[in-house]
């Protein structure tokens, strides 16, 4: 039984226990969010190494993704296994392993190893280059995708990207349009070129049902993945793009009418002032399906730092109601990361997501800010590095820049915090040093 | 005469005309806006190295501004220096040195001699140390502090943080403010304890007209500091710091009337939900003075990793028309920053600036991003260095992650923008690798 037939059955499962807890909030309101199909878990009971469970939609705490995986450049499965490693420590809620060179059975098994949190793949890659082995990449049959899908499932893969929208009308659209940078999903491109050669519907589209009966068999989410998504400010927000989602809106209903749990990938390149009409329009779309963002990145010009950029685009996204942001780190658009880019990465949109929490006013992430405030102005630094997101690095900074004083190294006794304070409470200090020690 | 006296005078000036190539606009918009007081160039005819005017206000480019100089605990000259040379090298618009060790006119001096862009100093630290080591600080005078503004002008200092808007009125809200943190800024807290201390009205306030005369004969424009400004989420929009803004506002029009520049600064702590209202209370409250921020920042939480959080808080706030962003550093609130830092944090902070500017529609900008993505399409990898903003961090990240393929090594044949045109081309591919070699 799904997360999804459990809660619209009136059933708290463990999993909906357990982020009950993480969040904050009573077992029942995450059932009822879950049977509405506005909240996913992806669990798949095969995923045996899963003990971190992750709630992802409405009303939960912003989620981050990191991607990781070989590529046909770099084949190193135990650097991979390290990315997990060093993504989930830096706070990663989910990880995707979107491997395309060398064995990739062999890989994902890895992977799911030390994936204490939901994995995520995206099973064309796979089925492609089977097909590509054997002849060209063409040649792929709907049933081997299919297939591929299946053993995805068995392996414990908690959610799939499909891009189930990626449909004939879809490319008319796309055919119709003046794009700057084509399409830039690999896995989109890879459905579209594949649709394109052989003129064929997409097997995913066409045969929705038998994809859903896989997907129900293991409780894999759906992750409706955005193969027109834009590629450059200058393509965002455009036809092929809300074309793919209303026909991802209409898979949206049909995955929660078969017990399937479904959440909607969104873009990528989009400015600033139109993150709020992305993420509404995603949200009226498909009826408040949770919603996975890619980014969102507001220029197309920050090679080299695209994790500061896509953290300033996750941050606003997720405060306007995206659910889930998939992370960029610094190698994007440049290369395959490393695990340092990787832990980069998961860092600077964990640091968006909080922010996002912070905006919408959850009261616990409110509550942390405040103590953290509150250890500022007593200048108590162990309580300032356990209330820091990432105590070591700011622990590290503070130690390298050692002081004289009970203050910092920026302000020393001039710390302004000290000074009217000390003034106030009728302290007459006969100078600067003396004022160096708080009263009280 | 001031720029602002020119401008009232219908004199374009030399720095008007340089601003206005930088900012792809007509002289006489910029001679408008200058006039009206929307708009500042800090330019001290003094300051002899001064070759790049820099803008700041409506209508122009967001711009950033990196703070350096010495503390209680370090004490190297050289290394300020060198972190000035950095900044500018990393784009920042200006610099401000403020230095709270050493001898701080040598210091200063040391700074100028390189600060090719519009330095600003905060004079008080300056009065303030003269009296702590003849007797306490409390002993300054405010000919004192008048003669070191003096001092500062003489030297060649472009624009002076003054603040001037903590008044007597302004302490009483505090008093009855139940804050978490206080006063946060140094200049500031130094004035409150003062006059607090003294019990006397602050003389920047008191004698207002004293300071515009001084400001007048350099043309050092005011930056009407926000003492109160909130230094944690839980003090952010109050009362005291919504006080100080209705007194810095009258004295905008005071200085204007004078002839003298000004802009005002602004927090500080603030979540995303609230930069909009910060921004819009500022500009309606000064009469469209040009607004200069720091951050702002929208957690307190981000030790360590500050320059990021500013950063997506400084997009933000650019985006609704915050004209100047303070950088914030990875060691804000733990030390005082290296010039490593000082880079990270000037490079975080022009991503944020280009962020906003493409936000508001900015053309030149807009034109940038569109050409760097169909050099991206076309696999055109110099011309991506050459467009992206920081073009030796990506040309190094490419270049150390190797590629057999036209591509990156992240996709490398499996390029979504080459697969999908190569289809749409009537490319017959019999394979995937020969679909990297890109058509036509």
Redesign the interface.
Known sequence: MTQLEAAKQGRITEQMAYVAEQEGLEPETVRELVAAGRVVIPANPNHTTLTRFTAIGEGMRVKVNANLGT????VNPEEEVEKARVAIEAGADTVMDLS??GDLAAIRARILEVATVPLGTVPI?EAEFKA?ARK??FDMSADELFETIEAHGRAGVDYITVHAGVTLATLERY?NAER???????G???M??WM??NAQENPLYARFDDLLEIARTYDMTLSLGDGLRP?????STDRPQIQELLIIGELVERARQAGVQAMVEGPG?I???EIQTNVQIQKKLTNHAPFYILGML????????DH??G???G??AG?YGADMLCYLT???????P?PE?VREGV??FK??A???D????RRPD?E???R???A??RLDWET??Q????PE??R???E??????KA??????????N??????RGQ?????VELEVRPG
């Open positions: 590529s046909y450049d770099y395309t060179g890659y590509a060209n990449f055919r700057v940078t084509g399409i830039v999903s690999r989109g491109g890879l579209a070129a394109l050669q590629g450059s400010l200058a393509d390149h400015p600033l002032n507001p220029i197309d010009t920050g090679a080299g730092f500061i950029v953290a300033i685009g941050a606003v405060w610094p190698a994007e658009h440049l290369g395959l490393t880019h860092i600077a640091l968006a909080h922010i996002a912070v905006a919408r006013g409110l942390r800010n405040r953290m405030s509150e500022r102005y300032q590095f209330l820091a997101l990432y690095a700011a590290r900074i503070y390298a820049r050692g002081t004289k004083t910092c190294s920026m302000c020393g006794p001039y710390c302004p915090m000074l009217v304070e000390a003034v106030l007459r200090s006969q100078g600067l």
